[in-house]
C-alpha cells in the first residue's frame, strides 16, 4: 500500500476493506463524518480512513482552589467517572481540593556526540551559556511575545553504552501551549552554535523532554473521618502503603490514577502519551518506582492525601485548537491558563486514587466497578436500549457479568419476543 496518503478517501478504505475482509457495516463506519469532518482529520494524521469515537462525560462534584468545577472526560469505562465524581463528593465539606502548578518551564535536549573530551566540552558550554542562550534567542522570539522564552541554559556529561555524550539543555516558558513544537524549532535553531561551542561535538537529537520536572502540578485534600469512616481510613491508608511497598502493586496504583488525567487530556485535546510518559519516569526519580500519591492520618483522625506528578498541558496549540470536541471540554472546565487545567487534572487524578484505594481496602473493587460494567457487556453480547439495562440489571443481581450470561439472557429476551 506504498502511497496510501495521496489517495482520496473512499479509494484508502476500499483497499483496507479488501485487506482486512470487512463487513459492510465496518465499511460504512469508516464512512462517518462524526465527530469531526474527515477533512480536518486527513490533514490531522497519515493515512486516515475515518473517526474513532470514545464516550465524553463529565464528573462532578468538584471544588478546586475553591471554584466549582464540571470535569469532562473521554473514556469508555464507567466506573472511571464514577470513582472521580464520588471522590471529589466526598471531600467537599473539606473544602475540596489545594491544588497548584509550577510555571510552564519545559527542558529541550541538545545530544553532542563524538566529542573527545566531554567534560572539558561541557565546561566550555556552561562557561558560555551566554552565547548558547543568544543562538537560541532568535527561535523563541514568537513565544517571547506572549511572555514566554528561554528561561536558562546548562551542560551535562551522561555515561551510555556508546561511551560519554554531552546534552545540552534550555529551559524555556512554553506559556499557554504544552510547547513540544515550540521546543524542538529553539532547539533545531540552536545546535549548530552548540557545535561550534563543544569544539568537537556533532549534534544529534534535538527534542524537548517529556519529564517535565519544572512543571510540577500538585493537589492536596483532606476526607473527614465522619464522613468516610474510620475503617475506611485505615483501609486507604494500608492501600497506599502497599503501593510504596511493592512496585507491583506501585504500578497497578499510578494506572489508576492516570485513569482520570488520561480521560482530562484526551478530553481537551492533550497529548496524554506525553503525560503519561512523565508521570511514569517521575514515579521513578528516587531510583525505585513509587506511588505519585502519598496519604496520612491527621491527627483527628481524618485522612490527609496529595498528589505531584509533571503535567505539561495547555490550552491552546496542536490539537486544542483543531478538535471542536476539545475546545468543548476547555469551556466546560473553564481554565484559562496551563497551570489551571494542570491543577485541575491533578485534583482529578487525586480523586481517583481515594475512591480506587478506598473501595478496594472495604468493599472490594468489583462491586461498584462491575455493577457499572455490566452494560458494556451487555452491549457486546448484542444488546441495544432498554434492553441492554435490562440485563445489566439481571447480571448485577446475580453476580454473574459474563459475556456467556448476557448472551443467555439476549437469548431469552429475543425469544419471548418472537411470534407464536
Avoid at 471554584?67 to 469505562?77: D, L, R, T, W
Avoid at 534535538?206 to 465522619?226: G, H, M, P, Q
Wanted: neutral net charge.
Amino acid at each position: 500500500m506504498s502511497g496510501l496518503y495521496k489517495l482520496p478517501r473512499e479509494e484508502r478504505i476500499r483497499l483496507v476493506s479488501e485487506f482486512a475482509s470487512l463487513a459492510d457495516g465496518q465499511r460504512k463506519l469508516l464512512l462517518s463524518d462524526s465527530p469531526l469532518k474527515f477533512d480536518a482529520a486527513d490533514r490531522m494524521s497519515e493515512n486516515a480512513v475515518g473517526m474513532h469515537g470514545l464516550p465524553f462525560s463529565v464528573a462532578t462534584n468538584f471544588i478546586v482552589n475553591g471554584k466549582e468545577a464540571i470535569v469532562p472526560m473521554a473514556i469508555e469505562e464507567p466506573s472511571v467517572v464514577a470513582a472521580a465524581s464520588n471522590g471529589a463528593k466526598l471531600c467537599r465539606d473539606t473544602g475540596g481540593f489545594s491544588a497548584s502548578a509550577d510555571p510552564p518551564i519545559m527542558i529541550g535536549q541538545v545530544q553532542l556526540v563524538g566529542c573527545k573530551d566531554a567534560e572539558a566540552a561541557a565546561k566550555r558550554l556552561d562557561e558560555r551559556k551566554e552565547e548558547a542562550l543568544a543562538a537560541a534567542a532568535p527561535f523563541a522570539e514568537n513565544i517571547a511575545k506572549y511572555g514566554g522564552g528561554l528561561r536558562g541554559f546548562a551542560a551535562r556529561v551522561i555515561g551510555t553504552p556508546r561511551g560519554k555524550m554531552v546534552v545540552a539543555e534550555f529551559h524555556i516558558d512554553v506559556r499557554d501551549s504544552m510547547g513540544a513544537n515550540t521546543i524542538n524549532t529553539i532547539l533545531e535553531g540552536a545546535a549548530p552554535e552548540i557545535e561550534r561551542i563543544s569544539g568537537d561535538g556533532k549534534a544529534r537529537l534535538r527534542i524537548l523532554s517529556n519529564l517535565a520536572v519544572a512543571r510540577l502540578a500538585r493537589a492536596t485534600a483532606i476526607w473527614k473521618k465522619e464522613t468516610i469512616g474510620a475503617e475506611a481510613v485505615e483501609g486507604v491508608l494500608d492501600a497506599w502503603a502497599f503501593a510504596e511497598g511493592d512496585i507491583f502493586r506501585a504500578a497497578t496504583h499510578n494506572k489508576g490514577i492516570m485513569n482520570g488525567i488520561d480521560a482530562v487530556a484526551l478530553a481537551t485535546g492533550n497529548d496524554w502519551r506525553a503525560v503519561e510518559a512523565g508521570a511514569h519516569a517521575y514515579a521513578s526519580m528516587g531510583g525505585r518506582y513509587r506511588p505519585l500519591t502519598r496519604f496520612k492520618r491527621l491527627p483527628n483522625g481524618d485522612l490527609h492525601g496529595e498528589i505531584e506528578l509533571p503535567l505539561a498541558v495547555g490550552i491552546l496549540g496542536g490539537a486544542t485548537r483543531s478538535l471542536p470536541m476539545a475546545q468543548a471540554a476547555l469551556s466546560i472546565l473553564g481554565a484559562q491558563s496551563s497551570g489551571e487545567l494542570a491543577s485541575l487534572m491533578a485534583s482529578v487524578g487525586l480523586a481517583q486514587n481515594f475512591a480506587a484505594l478506598r473501595a478496594l481496602s472495604t468493599e472490594g473493587i468489583q462491586k461498584g466497578h462491575m455493577a457499572l460494567h455490566a452494560k458494556n457487556v451487555a452491549l457486546a453480547a448484542g444488546a441495544s436500549g432498554a434492553v441492554a439495562d435490562d440485563i445489566a440489571e439481571k447480571m448485577a443481581k446475580e453476580k454473574d457479568i459474563t459475556a456467556s450470561r448476557a448472551g443467555e439472557l439476549l437469548a431469552e429476551h429475543q425469544k419471548r419476543k418472537k411470534p407464536r
